[in-house]
């Protein structure tokens, strides 16, 4: 299915790597005007921008922490008053820090629990706010698997995907009037730098568990992401699509 967003602004928090650059760039080359989110890597950002050099004047990128409130409020004022209307939201940021509970820093579980979950509140907070008055809007968020099935040595990334998907299931019922929908999309082990710190003979033992056999690409996230974004999909809400290979 091709998806035309021409006319529409789509915010992408992590929007410039792994995942979360991949939906950006496909919706840059669907016509949509797009908002990147990063924290940190100014390098990958930079790399980022040139490469899509050619889509310049329908991208703008911004960098804040979505764990601080007060600049995601700061950011989508300005999105609102540089671009008007915001009709999609896609919220690709998170962290990981792995550890067994028993080991597990106090700070490892407050910074995990702070970017995926309060990040993802703040986020969707105020993109509903944008969306309110127009009367429809599109929020997606990236959870993941390990929410619903828990996996040892990552308790803090666990619980807060599973948070994630009871808020959106949660927001889902306050803006449906408002012809707002709220999904989350749930990739399971894709080949992404959020991965590959993890050990090669880690990796082989995961693959082997996937009935597909093999771990997906980032271009295999985006079009449900897409989808989900479209006026399409305007029956869904509240839901969890799962791209796992049969997790």
């Not at 050619?54 to 960098?63: C, F, M, R, S, T």
């Amino acid at each position: 299915m091709k998806f035309d967003f021409k006319g529409q602004t789509a915010v992408v928090t992590g929007g410039t790597r792994g995942i979360g650059r991949a939906v950006s760039e496909a919706f840059l080359k669907s016509g949509a005007k797009v908002i990147a989110t990063y924290r940190s890597n100014d390098e990958e950002a930079q790399k980022f921008i040139e490469t899509n050099s050619a889509h310049a004047e329908y991208l703008d990128i911004h960098k804040f922490d979505v764990t601080h409130y007060d600049k995601v409020e700061t950011f989508f004022k300005e999105v609102e008053s540089k671009h008007g209307a915001l009709q999609i939201v896609v919220v690709s940021s998170g962290i990981r820090a792995d550890s067994i509970v028993g080991m597990m820093k106090t700070e490892d579980w407050r910074n995990v629990i702070d970017t995926n979950l309060t990040g993802t509140f703040n986020i969707c907070k105020l993109s509903v706010q944008c969306m309110m008055g127009q009367k429809y809007g599109r929020i997606i968020t990236l959870t993941s698997p390990i929410g619903k099935f828990g996996f040892a040595g990552q308790a803090n990334y666990a619980a807060s995907k599973a948070g994630q998907v009871a808020l959106v299931k949660s927001l889902s019922k306050e803006v449906a009037s408002r012809k707002i929908t709220v999904n989350c999309v749930s990739p399971g082990f894709i080949d992404t730098d959020f991965i590959s710190d993890l050990p090669d003979e880690q990796k082989n033992a995961y693959k082997q568990k996937i009935p597909l056999k093999r771990f997906g690409s980032a271009q295999d996230v985006v079009a449900p992401v897409l989808f989900l974004a479209s006026k399409e999909s305007s029956y869904i809400t509240g839901s969890v699509l799962e791209v796992t290979g049969g997790l």
